[in-house]
């Protein structure tokens, strides 16, 4: 059987990467590893969890065992539309919500209901490389916006919006702690994206899943709060889908996130989802819903991860100061999972993962999160700091230091 | 916001039926419902789920609770290939399954890597409308073959094939106790359809739900394992894909199910799931292993399920015989969930829908499940007998005969 005449044309959109078969490796246990997304798996609330999940099983086993609706739980639709109209510039009501199974689902299906071929998509660079795996088979046109420290540079975004009112469907973006950079986009930039978004009736699809992991300040009002204030309106009927998780703030384990949208957007993500797995699984909702129940679980242990995560993210800079060569330069994220690291034009990221893969030191090599030509952001990698103990990550960054070195120095 | 030119031309394939409409009905508490394909809740092995899920958070908690591989858990891949390796056949490897987040997921993803627009599918007729369902936005174009109380009628197959041997893509069958009618497609067939698949080349879906709820005599041999014997292989590297689930053995809120097909394929579908939603949920996946760990646990739970769907089974088809009016027939299954009902040519199961629903009692209309000429199917309905007591499913039966009597009566 020849199988390789069988597959869909949108298959040759996928491909293997080798920097997936390079980290493979990382699963040995003496790798330092900044290369996943991972939460801190010490810091899960276990025992809550099974507390809560015993509770569950105990007076509602049957139901939560069961097939379920594709909308999703309703008591857990109903407090996740309470949680979104707490700063009370939105009415949120479960209707608006649709349970997923992870907040990577969303990417596929609200793909699925838009994206045509050829259909114009608007991305900050870089952008989320999981977010350009679930939307190039759909084949659409991306157009880069280019970021810095401040986030998607939302000036020059205008623009191009000014010269091609009508050409784009879609806008995605990661405003707060963005994957891979770990940078957030400013309230003055926000305030200015909902304007334009109301202004050209463009669907933006607002990412949000470390939002909650603030370290310093308060969190930033969300795109889909400002685009509804530009239209004076106070209802999800406007044009952002936003797009939570559970995965970050409780475990990812559970794949439990949702959308939020305007009625006739959820109503078509509803027959999609239906036709994609039925629904999310129905013990997953029980047990999240069980967790939040209790009115001080979440903000304790987010406390605790935004301390933890901050910490971090703190000895991951000073490391990286100690550490790396001149000519090197990386991200000051103010929450998240994430920062990235920018080496002299002209170096190779992939080289020197392969180099630091021998040192027991794992990362993510930047280029597959960029839009544009062939190399583009091949000069930059991602480095993860919520997963490593803090032992680790002076270790890791070290021996990543003297990798660094010893390239340069070679090259020079 | 004007949302309706905004979605991707796909969704056109996308339709709210009047039916699911109707049937939101059947949530009412005093609604004796034959609609939905539910197994008997009063059967999931709650306690046993308590303990494997208490067991699973306190031995493993940390990595049942993170994120895992697309491919899924080692563990329950190995069980799987052994389970489907017990009857000699086939040495299946766990590199040949992916876990998957129900089998609902194994259609929508055989579809993405498989169906290019215009793509010639063959299908049984009536045959399950979550395919249909699932696949219609990837527009392919449906070929019916007619089934008789022995499934597909693989006699009228073999003509369509030796006319144009290139001209399909894929087919499609649920061999067992098929949905709608319940009905098994006889050992003969499925030997004849293994050695056309081999002979063809042709890529067949094997969706295989309900293949261990077996009322009478054992377990038929798998498509997948005739077709393997067609070409002298042992090894899953032909054109069936193989779709299970734990959904009907073990309680369907877990969202657990499985496909089984050719490294190729499985390779592909690895990249679709990982665009699509990351993993299965890795607690449903810790705590169905755990289960499963148990030897017995399993084989005796499907025997009491075997033994409750029967008695149900024969307690519908002797009120349906008492019950109902002459000229109606239905099918007699050998086990799984259901029964298909066909009404005298004229009559329409929508508008008996509707009557019924006033006398609490509701079922699905069968058009829906049909491929052909608008109304095909439209005097035909599925019952479901195993989601009711015993007692309800006489009592809803018989006003169902009162409902059909009358309008039968009003008609003559």
Same sequence: chains 1, 2.
Avoid at 220 to 233: D, F, H, Q
């Amino acid at each position: 059987m020849n199988w390789d005449t069988q597959f869909a044309h949108r298959t040759a959109q996928m491909k293997r990467s080798t920097v997936r078969e390079i980290l493979k490796l990382t699963s040995q246990p003496d790798m330092i590893s900044f290369a996943g997304g991972l939460p801190a798996p010490e810091l899960f609330p276990v025992d809550r969890i099974r507390e809560a999940t015993d509770t569950v099983l105990h007076e509602r086993g049957r139901e939560a065992l069961q097939y379920s609706t594709t909308e999703g739980m309703a008591e857990l639709r109903g407090w996740i539309a309470e949680r979104m109209s707490a700063s009370g510039k939105l009415n949120v009501s479960p209707d608006n919500i649709l349970i997923l199974s992870g907040s990577q689902q969303a990417l596929d299906l609200c793909a699925r209901v838009l994206l045509d071929e050829g259909d114009r998509v608007i991305v900050e660079n870089p952008t989320y490389v999981g977010m350009l795996q679930a939307w190039k088979p759909y084949m659409p046109d991306f157009t880069a916006i280019p970021t810095d420290e401040n986030g998607m540079i939302i000036e020059a975004l205008e623009p191009v919006l000014a010269a091609e009112p009508d050409a784009f469907k879609l806008l995605y973006s990661i405003p707060s702690f963005q994957n891979p950079q770990g940078t957030t986009m400013s309230a003055n930039r926000r305030a200015h994206l909902g304007r334009l978004l109301a202004h050209y009736g463009l669907p933006m699809y607002e990412d949000d899943p470390y939002g909650d992991l603030v370290f310093e300040g308060e969190k930033m009002p969300t795109v889909l709060e400002l685009e509804a204030e530009a239209r004076g309106s106070r209802d999800i009927d406007g044009s952002v889908m936003y797009a939570g998780t559970f995965s970050k703030t409780l475990t990812p384990g559970l794949r439990v996130g949702w959308v939020a949208a305007a009625l006739p957007v959820i109503d078509k993500l509803v027959q999609v989802k239906q036709a994609t797995d039925l629904h999310t699984s129905t013990l997953s909702q029980f047990i999240t819903y069980e967790l939040l129940r209790d009115p001080q679980m979440l903000e304790t242990h987010v406390a605790t991860l935004r301390r933890v995560y901050r910490e971090r993210r703190d000895l991951m800079l000073a490391t990286l100061e100690e550490a790396f060569p001149e000519g090197v330069t990386w991200t000051r994220p103010t929450g998240g999972l994430f920062l990235m690291v920018t080496l002299p034009e002209g170096m190779d990221a992939v080289q020197v993962l392969q180099e630091a893969v021998k040192q027991k030191v794992a990362f993510v090599p930047g280029d597959g999160f960029y839009v544009g030509p062939e190399g583009t952001g091949a000069n930059t990698f991602r480095l993860n700091y919520s997963n490593a103990r803090p032992e680790r990550i002076v270790e890791g960054i070290r021996r990543l230091g003297s990798v660094l070195k010893e390239m340069m120095a070679a090259k020079a």
